[in-house]
Antibody, heavy 121, light 109 residues
Framework: QITLKESGPTLVKPTQTLTLTCTFS??????????VGWIRQPPGKALEWLAL???????FYSPSLKNRLTIAKDTSDNQVVLTMTNMDPVDTATYHCAHSDWAAASSFDFWGQGILVTVSS | SSVVTQTPSVSVAPGQTARITCGGQSIGDKRVHWYQQRPGQAPVLVIY???ARPSGIPERFSASNSGNTATLTISTVEAGDEAHYFC????????????FGGGTTLTVL
């Protein structure tokens, strides 16, 4: 059974750096074809892909945000960490992590419940 | 192009068929996935790789992808199908590796 859970601050100030952790179980991020992605959703709006890291440490970022994002995996603790610099109120959103697998055509087949991050002074 | 467009809303009566479209340049050449999101919940994958159904997804959910349009079809719509539906394009040839559509709200009348 695959589960993922996001953790981190729910309130950050403008210009601060956000660090979110995705803790997962039921799979290993060292298995060939497996990845973990981050997707966010502002209140009432659409999903927006942020970043994706694969078992072989290949990393991919949204072109519009790549200068602000860093994704990394900690295989020993079954975690993937996302950092986003220079936070702004427009970054207020629910941030989800999700499992991805080449076997499912790189779709996001399992999702965490998400964490609502508010950016405000 | 990285733009993927969805009709904002679709309404159908129970028992009818709902069709939700996802448009983009040459989207038929790319992999398309579909997600269902009920209010307050995380998205759920309902179709992957254009037309494949994950385990546990009813056969009422089907999809196709060709040319500039991908389509999610929900047959014999039930009240529980009322939700937001998002398409997602996977394009390994582009910097825009993953792009989500703006979402379609399905209302069951």
């Amino acid at each position: 059974q695959i589960t993922l859970k996001e953790s981190g601050p729910t309130l950050v100030k403008p210009t601060q750096t956000l660090t979110l952790t995705c803790t997962f179980s039921g799979f290993s991020v060292t298995t060939s074809g497996v990845g973990v992605g981050w997707i966010r959703q502002p209140p009432g709006k659409a999903l927006e892909w942020l970043a994706l890291i694969y078992w072989n440490d290949d990393k991919f970022y949204s072109p519009s945000l790549k200068n602000r994002l860093t994704i990394a995996k900690d295989t020993s603790d079954n975690q993937v960490v996302l950092t986003m610099t220079n936070m702004d109120p427009v970054d207020t959103a629910t941030y989800h992590c999700a499992h991805s697998d080449w076997a499912a055509a790189s779709s996001f087949d399992f999702w965490g419940q998400g964490i609502l991050v508010t950016v405000s002074s | 192009s990285s733009v993927v467009t969805q009709t904002p809303s679709v309404s159908v009566a129970p028992g009818q068929t709902a069709r939700i479209t996802c448009g983009g340049q040459s989207i038929g050449d790319k992999r398309v996935h579909w997600y269902q999101q009920r209010p307050g919940q995380a998205p759920v994958l309902v179709i992957y790789d254009d037309r494949a159904r994950p385990s546990g997804i009813p056969e009422r959910f089907s999809a196709s992808n060709s040319g500039n349009t991908a389509t999610l079809t929900i047959s014999t719509v039930e009240a529980g199908d009322e939700a937001h539906y998002f398409c997602q394009v996977w394009d390994a040839t582009s910097d825009h590796l993953v792009v989500f559509g703006g979402g379609t709200t399905l209302t069951v009348l």
